[in-house]
């Protein structure tokens, strides 16, 4: 999403489910891009920052009473939760904990950090130097 305060454009993260965000802007490759991103988990609703990213996070194993889980499993059994893709990535914040992606949601208003590609580059330039009254009314943009 673009977002104009005071004449300065950025781009920001669109306030999307992680999954979603994977496929349209990372095309589910290299997603140690979502390092440093901050969203929301579900059930909770709280904010945490992602730190490390699991492939198949579904079928991943864990401790859970001295018996080993699958992550699918224990969202099953905890939170009524049906994962739809068991092979989809998950995420770690701080811990061994893995959160399944399809639970988490982007929190709105963070600046895209990294490098955009050139494509958005052009993108950001023309809309930067366009009338201020154009930038104002237009659309989000999302990276």
């Not at 994977?22 to 909770?44: N, Q, S, T």
């Not at 739809?84 to 600046?111: L, M, Y």
Request: a neutral charge; charged letters at 25%.
């Amino acid at each position: 999403m673009t977002f104009d305060y005071l004449g300065e454009t950025a781009a920001c993260y669109k306030p999307i489910d992680l999954i979603n965000y994977a496929m349209e802007a990372l095309g589910l490759r290299d997603l140690r891009h979502l390092k440093g991103v901050v969203v929301y988990v579900k059930p909770i609703y709280r904010k945490k920052i992602i730190k490390d990213v699991v492939v198949e996070a579904g079928l991943q194993e864990s401790p859970i009473d001295g018996q080993p889980i699958t992550v699918a499993a224990h969202y099953m059994a905890s939170h009524k939760i049906v994962i739809d893709d068991p092979k989809a990535f998950g995420i770690k914040f701080s811990g061994d904990a893995i959160f399944w992606a399809e639970v988490c949601n982007i929190v709105e208003g963070q600046r895209y950090k990294r490098k955009p590609s050139p494509e958005d580059t052009t993108m950001f330039t023309q809309q930067s130097i366009s009338k201020p009254a154009d930038r104002m009314g237009a659309s989000g943009y999302a990276v």
